[in-house]
């Protein structure tokens, strides 16, 4: 279970908790998105033809996380764009620059497991712990 | 926290703290230690610390763990000093029901249910990101979003009758397009017509049990009739508005550095420039989800005529009502014995508007209105009536369905190496659904007792019961 080290679902009643871990504050970032990508579609067939660079600010730690899994999830809602990696340049508590791999969505050959309405603020937390970096937050199902 | 029984299906919980406001709770003796015991407690009291908020911080006893505001939750602000907040609406703005008459019996039916079922599946176009036939340019979404169902009357997808007897006549005029982001107008250009995943659905069932012979007569009810519901909402552009929103309210909560118990509780002054822009880009996605709503309707019948080989006259569907449980609106009420503009929201709660109420239409001025509380696809679902005595305590508010018990992921745990639609199919309930693991986490034990809830709005007299439906065809996404 390489997802295990990666992320996990927390439980709440209606929608998805998640815990993304990672050793460093990038690989937290990344987890997270993987988690939300991992929950929208089976992310070993996608190919990840594309590639594109992403930038995103926020008001701080948390705030940054939001954004950025906004941003991951719009890729997908907004303009159906399937995320197979994402690599985190350079993070701070303000602002995260990124590359990310994808392919378009293809009814054909996709398989959408989860519709996703949005992140959540509520008990979103980025913080370190012994192991490194976790996140919390709660996805709208 | 502390809960202290007032009646047989009151409890609440003290003002304390920076709380403005008691929490009151709906529920009964069996239902309310497992509510206790969850965060949405937690959550009713933090409602109440929001400013202008009046008389009580409430929840149906559907209530279960929201983000923010719980599921089931109801809160009312003054109008001129009271805040208003995306996320008391939620993601899926104007998310609701609507229910269908029709002249069929269910033994005219019985032999044809799976062709319907079959039939009913491809006409509705469902699952995540559902697209539809109807493609709109942002300008014509525009004016959706200004019209509602009038909009979907106007290009034959209803009538006059649909509009009248939707809330708010399926339009929101404080509605402006200006308000909403490319974003959400690029995403409703898609989804017009969709139902959308999840607990979202399309459902044809029958009436099982009449308990108000008077009123049903008057909804136009009979035992054994068939009735089409469904339950959608404003899809991806009603999530994208809440989203924008929040984003930028809780830039401005920072900024103001103004005191929130949770991030996504973040609002505006009502009379603020960014309130007046929210309620009127929330006004945007009500109207869209009507219109949703009225033109799958609408299409389902046409699908139902074709597949019996019957004219509109033999079918002889007709809107009963419909409600929406995702919304803020403004309502008059009595506050402290005067009467006062408030700004109502339901977070998974549902109207209940007396008899005589100026804002029903005419035929249900007598009997209040008809208020549709969707079950869990393998039980049933209730019709009830408004009462005053929801006017006097819960601000014309009631419940809006079952309330999850189980997370997503317990249901599907739960429902490992069992085959739900077969269970169902026993039952006498022919499923068709598109995403894989949706049957699992909408199984019938993932929520509570449809009965145990309604039966609490019945017995605190919060709406009352007319009829209970019982599933047939269950279309979900």
């Given at each position: 279970m390489v997802n295990a080290l990666k992320y996990r679902l927390t439980d709440h009643t209606a929608d998805f908790g998640i815990q993304a871990f990672g050793k460093t504050m990038e690989q937290v970032f990344e987890n997270a998105a993987f988690a939300i990508s991992d929950l929208i579609t089976d992310?070993?067939?996608?190919?990840?033809?594309h590639s594109q660079p992403i930038f995103v600010t926020g008001d701080d730690r948390d705030d940054l996380m939001m954004n950025w899994l906004r941003e991951i999830l719009y890729l997908w809602n907004g303009m159906g764009l399937l995320v197979k990696q994402t690599s985190v340049k350079e993070v701070t508590e303000s602002h995260l620059k990124a590359d990310i791999t994808y392919d378009f969505y293809d009814t054909d050959r996709h398989e959408i497991k989860n519709e996703i309405k949005a992140i959540t603020y509520h008990q979103l937390e980025v913080n370190r712990n012994q192991d490194g970096w976790f996140a919390n937050f709660i996805l709208d199902v | 926290m502390d809960l202290i029984q007032k009646n047989d299906y009151l409890w609440e919980i003290p003002k304390t703290g920076h709380m403005n406001v008691p929490g009151r709770i709906y529920s009964s003796s069996s239902m309310i230690d497992s509510v206790s015991k969850e965060e949405a407690c937690k959550q009713v009291a933090n409602v109440a610390e929001l400013p202008g908020i009046v008389s009580a911080s409430l929840a149906m006893p559907d209530i279960h763990w929201g983000y923010g505001f719980p599921i089931g939750g109801v809160a009312a602000f003054d109008w001129k000093e009271g805040v208003i907040s995306p996320g008391g609406v939620g993601y899926d703005i104007n998310c609701g029901v609507r229910l269908a008459t029709s002249s069929l019996h269910v033994d005219d039916v019985q032999s044809r249910l799976e062709d319907l079922a079959d039939d009913l599946y491809h006409g509705t176009p469902s699952g995540v990101g559902s697209t539809g036939s109807i493609k709109l340019s942002k300008k014509e979404v525009k004016k959706v979003l200004e019209q509602g169902s009038q909009w979907a009357a106007s290009n034959g997808f209803g009538e006059e009758l649909d509009i009248r007897r939707t809330e708010d006549h399926g339009c929101m005029d404080s509605a402006d397009p200006e308000a909403v982001s490319e974003r959400a107008l690029e995403r409703g250009t898609q989804q017009l017509g969709t139902l959308g995943s999840g607990n979202h659905f399309l459902e044809l069932g029958m009436v099982?049990?009449?308990?108000?012979p008077d009123t049903a007569a008057k909804f136009g009810l009979f035992p054994g009739q068939i009735t089409m519901m469904i339950h959608s909402g404003s899809r991806g552009l009603g999530y994208q508005i809440c989203d924008d929103f929040l984003a930028d309210l809780t830039r401005h909560a920072r900024k103001s550095a103004y005191y929130l118990p949770d991030r996504q509780l973040a609002y505006a002054m009502i009379q603020s420039v960014q309130g007046r822009r929210y309620l009127s880009a929330m006004a945007c996605a009500a109207n869209y989800a009507w219109a949703n709503r009225q033109i799958m309707m609408h299409r389902a019948e046409a699908v139902i005529m074709r597949t019996l080989g019957i004219s509109p006259n033999t079918l002889s569907m007709q809107l009963l009502y419909d409600v929406c449980h995702n919304i803020a609106k403004k309502e008059e009420h009595m506050v402290e014995n005067r009467k006062t503009w408030l700004c109502v929201h339901r977070k998974g709660a549902t109207r209940s508007f007396p008899p005589g109420h100026p804002s029903l239409p005419e035929e249900y001025r007598t009997t209040g209105q008809p208020i549709l509380i969707p079950g869990d696809m393998g039980t049933a679902s209730y019709i009830l009536a408004g009462t005053e005595k929801a006017m006097a305590e819960t601000f014309g508010s009631t419940c809006h369905g079952a309330g999850r018990v189980l997370s997503r992921n317990a249901a599907k745990k739960a429902s490992r190496g069992r085959a739900i639609q077969n269970e169902l199919a026993e039952k006498g309930i022919i499923v068709r659904w598109t995403g894989r693991s949706t049957l699992a986490e909408e199984m019938p034990e993932a929520y509570k007792d449809i009965t145990d809830v309604v039966d609490v709005v019945h017995g605190a007299g919060i709406s009352r019961k007319v009829a209970k439906l019982r599933p047939l065809v269950v279309i979900k996404g």
């Open positions: 992310i070993h067939i996608l190919q990840g033809v | 099982e049990e009449i308990f108000d």
